[in-house]
């Protein structure tokens, strides 16, 4: 990209709201799984390019972009080997900027996805870094003295499975992998590897993207003693403790993710953000104190935009009071100036489609029911590719797994394939129009049923739903960036009012199994959306929902 057209990108961001990301609606794209272009069954930046209008028609504000950079794959691009290209599975820089000059024409934002934390272990920097104690980038990632046994240096441990430390020979010392030993961690205490990260984050500001979604955002920063991480205590077990085969969540992380110097990060980062009116939306990857650390990482004006947490990723349809009580503790800690941004499904976790529905006689309600929670929570919103059409989690068989946690931890826990399949387009298309071969992971045959063209094709569909549900949400100023006040409600029934910019929408979920009445607010309106998906029904100022549904209107 030249001089140039960097330029006028950087007018063109700074000439909008500078706030679009507040409450705006990002839709994530899996980029293997989107659209392939080139017929290696692996879906592609050109295959995203062409398909950006089912985007713009769906109503979303952006796209976040998972990795597309060049990669080994041992974690399918979360193991960058380069900042600054694109792998060639994925294209060329010069299908980047095409990507994003459409993304721009059809009034689209561009987030991709900046790994941080770690690199792949074939990246330069930890080539150089391992080949001695004393080259330039000797101290450019963790590494550590084992103990006097030649054990590692403490107890911590990786996501993917038992130590966090790997040992080199060449240095005869280990080093810090949070996740895959072939992921070393940066050694964020080192000014040079923040300084050197920044300037590959300042790489994609000038060709133009309008934002980043930061992986790991938690994870930056290490304890400098390397303590020991306590065991977790037992009133914060529960759920964590549930999956007996996964022992990483059998520690409270204090040392080796969540560590306070994060912040020095996220405010060298911001400051450079600001230069380009660009943003930025990190992930959390905590449960125990999710909620706390996207409001101490998005407070004030000087660190992050928004952040997002795992509360509302796992588990079954949640209760009412669960869900007030997540919103109600980040606004609490937040102290009104934080931002939030949610998400029921993701490249990461079992789709909501699937933990959402088991055991409900009417599924489709439950799946409308779902969309008009989230897009109507105060905060911004993502959604992830096929959650519009309902798409549910795939049932991949061992021999066809990919995902080296799922392989791992087979057959309690079965990896992230099962969210990531293949787009399904058109029914009546092999692979549902995604490739004219066979995919990197097969299209599931009750997929077929939910391709874009059958949806599009029938008027009351969840597609035409979320269409619906994004304009009305687009047409209301008080949904996207308006306050929340949450009202008592019978039991199962979660019900709220939105106001800003001069109105007031009343909202009311039914997450129970059985049919209730509530009385209404004096002045509320028929709801906007009769006639896509919600049934509720106004009868002398009261409200009826069914079971699993959920109403919307003015005050």
């Known amino acids: 990209m030249d001089e140039q057209s960097q330029i006028e990108g950087q007018i063109a961001r700074k000439g909008g709201d500078p706030d679009w990301w507040r409450g705006s609606v990002l839709y994530q794209i899996y980029p293997r799984s989107f659209q392939d272009s080139n017929g290696d069954g692996i879906g592609d930046l050109a295959g995203i390019t062409r398909r950006l209008g089912h985007v713009s028609a769906l109503g979303a504000d952006g796209i976040w972009l998972s990795p597309f950079m060049p990669s080994p794959m041992k974690d399918f691009g979360y193991d960058i080997s380069n900042y600054r290209d694109v792998d060639p599975i994925f294209g060329t820089l010069a299908d980047f900027d095409a990507l994003v000059a459409e993304a721009h024409r059809l009034g689209l934002k561009v987030v991709i996805d900046q790994v941080l934390s770690h690199t792949s272990d074939q990246h330069p920097w930890f080539v150089e870094s391992r080949g001695s104690r004393d080259n330039p980038r000797a101290d450019w990632y963790v590494w550590a003295e084992p103990k006097p046994d030649g054990t590692p240096p403490n107890n911590w441990l990786s996501v993917f499975g038992g130590t966090s430390w790997e040992w080199d020979s060449r240095r005869r010392q280990y080093y810090l992998h949070n996740f895959l030993t072939s992921q070393p961690d940066l050694n964020f205490h080192n000014p040079d590897v923040r300084a050197a990260l920044l300037g590959e984050v300042r790489f994609w500001l000038d060709r133009g993207v309008d934002g980043f979604r930061l992986d790991t955002a938690n994870f930056y920063f290490h304890d400098r003693d390397l303590q020991d991480n306590p065991p977790l205590a037992p009133e914060l077990q529960s ?317």
């Not at 980040?330 to 959402?356: K, L, M, Y």
């Not at 029938?458 to 994004?470: H, P, Q, T």
Request: with cysteine.
């Open 239 to 555: 759920e964590l403790m549930a999956s007996r085969n996964q022992p990483y969540n059998w520690q409270d992380h204090l040392h080796d993710k969540n560590r306070p110097e994060n912040l020095t990060f996220l405010r060298e980062l911001r400051a450079l953000l600001d230069e380009y009116s660009a943003m930025a939306v990190g992930e959390v990857g905590e449960r125990i104190r999710g909620v706390e650390l996207m409001a101490e990482y998005t407070a004030g004006t000087d660190k992050l935009h928004m952040c997002y947490a795992f509360d509302f990723l796992s588990g079954n349809m949640p209760a009412p009071e669960t869900v007030r009580a997540i919103v109600e503790r980040f606004e609490t800690c937040a102290a009104g100036d934080g931002w939030a941004c949610w998400a029921f499904s993701n490249h990461d976790v079992e789709r909501h489609a699937t933990r959402w529905t088991i055991g409900l006689p009417e599924t489709e309600r439950a799946l409308r029911l779902a969309a008009g929670i989230l897009l109507t929570l105060r905060g911004s919103v993502c959604l992830y590719q096929g959650e519009e059409l309902g798409l549910t989690e795939a049932d991949i068989a061992y021999e066809d797994l990919v995902d080296p946690y799922g392989i791992n931890f087979w057959p309690e826990v079965k990896g992230r394939d099962g969210c990531r399949t293949p787009m399904a387009w058109e029914s009546d298309r092999p692979h549902a129009g995604f490739s004219e071969v066979r995919p990197w992971l097969p299209v599931p045959a009750e997929h077929l049923a939910r391709s874009v063209d059958r949806m599009e094709a029938e008027e009351g569909s969840l597609l035409n739903f979320y269409r619906a549900l994004l304009a009305f949400r687009r047409r209301h100023p008080a949904l996207v960036k308006g306050e929340m006040t949450f009202l008592e409600a019978p039991d199962g029934v979660l019900a709220f009012i939105r106001e800003g910019s001069g109105e007031r929408i009343y909202c009311a979920f039914n997450l129970s199994d059985r049919r209730v009445a509530l009385d209404l607010p004096e002045g509320l309106a028929p709801s906007p959306l009769d006639g896509h998906g919600f049934a509720g029904r106004l009868t002398g100022g009261r409200l009826e929902l069914d079971d699993h549904d959920g109403f919307i209107g003015a005050l």
